[in-house]
């Protein structure tokens, strides 16, 4: 449904003198999602979840510069293309609960949303009324504003507004933020439900726990790439990681070794030939300097990386 190839972003910035300068928040990215699958998206803070998931919604920043090929349905997403299918085709649960309309009441809101993505006039007052039902938001809620919503509440109204119509990708950024263990379970499972449904759900979360509930596959950002695609049986078992990376989030969770995994990047400096995580890496040698892995099939996932 979704196939992402070499994608990157870049912002220019002008620093001291008013010397104009590039950085690079994204570099190689590549990202598969399917019709019927949940594939979580795991990265730690600034890995460039987020900004991916604008990339897919056309929604980046004017100062931002994208490279790459994104394919949706088979046919390349251009940018008349992304507007057009943005909240009808593919719809977002953004992070921010800021990206909620201030003077609008919620009700109004979910149901613009449901008008977007094809729910009939007739049919929208129930529609709304059923996708608060959903995510235990009561009828009266509708009637607020923002504001007057508590953090955890403003999460379930933006799940209502993206799911509430007839989108076939569902990105959903950090979906379960904030809720508590109940309520960030039932909205995983209505997400799990939506993809069972035939839609394609890519699911940006830093909870690998989260993600394991109810994905089927696993793609592992680090610093704006991917390292590593596996299926989420395979972070169940363990054994089967491939990248260093990966093994060390695997093994930073409580359910395992819970080793603590190295939480800032070093980063290599910009322009440099080898590979990116090598500073991080026990592994590394002399070609992990030279050049930078490709990302490559390994097994049923894929894995940027000369030693895995
Ligand atoms: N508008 C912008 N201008 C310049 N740099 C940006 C902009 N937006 C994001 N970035 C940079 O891009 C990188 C990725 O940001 P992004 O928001 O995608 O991270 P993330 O993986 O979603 O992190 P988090 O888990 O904290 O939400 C960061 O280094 C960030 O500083
Ligand atoms: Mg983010």
Known sequence: MLSVYDLSISFSHYSFGLKKREVRAIEDLYLQVSAGQIMAVIG????????????????????????????????????????????????????????????????????????LSGVSKKKVGLAVHQAFARYGLKDDVAKLFPHQLSGGMARRVLTATATIGKADLIVADEPVNGLDVPTAKETLAHLRELADSGKGVLLITHDIEAALQVADK????????????????????????????????????????????????????PGSPGCPFRLCCARQDSLCAERAPKLRNAGQGMVRCHHA
């Open 218 to 269: 696993v793609t592992v950002f680090w610093a704006g790439t991917t390292l590593e695609v596996a299926a989420a049986d395979n972070f169940r078992e363990g054994g089967r990681l491939r990248h260093p990376y990966t093994r060390a989030l695997w093994n930073a969770l409580p359910t395992n070794a819970f080793l603590l995994a190295r939480q800032q990047p070093a980063l290599t400096p």
């Open 44 to 115: 730690q803070s600034g890995a460039g979840k987020s900004l991916l998931a604008h990339a897919l919604l056309g929604i980046l920043p004017r100062h931002a510069l994208l490279t790459g090929s994104l394919f949706f349905k088979g046919r390349p997403l251009t940018e008349q293309r992304l507007a057009e299918l943005r909240g009808r085709e593919i719809a977002l649960i953004p992070q921010s609960i800021t990206s909620l309309n201030p003077l609008l009441r919620v009700g109004a809101q979910v149901a613009r949303a449901a008008r």
